[in-house]
């Protein structure tokens, strides 16, 4: 069946650290493939997604792209900041399916 | 606008009683979501609504879950009785579109059950 895999954390930074979360999928079909971030205290939010081969998803700096030949969606961030310390899931979704496979998180810490 | 409202945030129960958790979606989003989520872990689909109608449950433990979303607009999660293995957060997510947006879902912050 379908599955996400991401790496485990938690992963503990500097700030202006580049940040990389590695993701990889398997799929029976071609999903849609998403990362989703859960603030301290705030509920899971899209922070990016890409819905084909070479996509690239973007939003507060971050950045991942669809990389079919690899099976991964890895999260990039060229500097990242203390407010981006969050719980990081990457997911897998098909445009006719009724759930959203998660991976397990990774938990990201940024020191000043 | 305001998101998606999930009560209580906090619940502990003994084993074998029962808890119910309340979710009130975005205004005008059709589809509502239960997942589940272990510690350690991503969030797992139980149910999933099209309005009123549950389209999804293969995951739903029917023997002790049970869910219902009367007039297609909030929804309520059961567990009689529980159990310690119920212990999770149980999140309740809304979309506007079934579709091509699925994964466009706006969660809650979440219940976090703990039974002892």
């Known amino acids: 069946g379908d599955s996400v895999t991401q790496m485990e954390g938690p992963v503990t930074l500097s700030e202006e650290a580049f940040l990389t979360i590695n993701c990889t999928y398997t799929?029976?079909?071609?999903?849609?493939l998403f990362w989703y971030v859960q603030y301290p205290g705030e509920g899971l939010q899209l922070l990016l997604k890409?819905?084909?081969?070479?996509d690239k998803g973007s939003n507060k700096g971050f950045e991942a792209t669809y990389r079919k030949e690899t099976t991964s969606f890895h999260l990039e961030k060229g500097s990242v900041q203390v407010s981006d310390s969050a719980v990081y899931f990457c997911?897998?979704?098909?445009?006719?399916?009724?759930?959203?496979?998660f991976g397990s998180g990774t938990r990201l810490s940024i020191r000043p | 606008e305001a998101g998606v409202v999930q009560s209580p945030r906090y619940k502990i129960i003994e084993k074998k009683q029962p808890v119910a958790f309340w979710c009130n979606p975005i205004?005008?989003?059709?589809?509502l979501y239960w997942y589940r989520q272990n510690l350690g872990q991503g969030p797992e689909l139980l149910i999933r609504?099209?309005?009123?109608?549950?389209?999804?449950d293969s995951q739903l433990p029917k023997d002790r879950f049970s869910a219902e979303r009367l007039k297609g607009v909030d929804s309520t999660l059961k567990i009689q009785p529980a159990e310690l293995g119920d212990s999770a957060v149980y999140l309740c997510?809304?979309?506007?579109?079934?579709?091509?947006?699925?994964?466009?879902?706006?969660f809650g912050q979440g219940t976090r059950l703990t039974v002892v």
């Open positions: 890409a819905t084909k081969a070479d």
């Open positions: 799929a029976t079909g071609y999903p849609s």
């Open positions: 997510a809304s979309s506007l579109d079934p579709g091509a947006t699925i994964a466009e879902a706006f």
């Open positions: 205004s005008g989003h059709n589809t």
């Open positions: 997911a897998l979704a098909y445009s006719s399916a009724s759930k959203i496979i």
């Open positions: 609504y099209e309005n009123e109608e549950a389209v999804d």
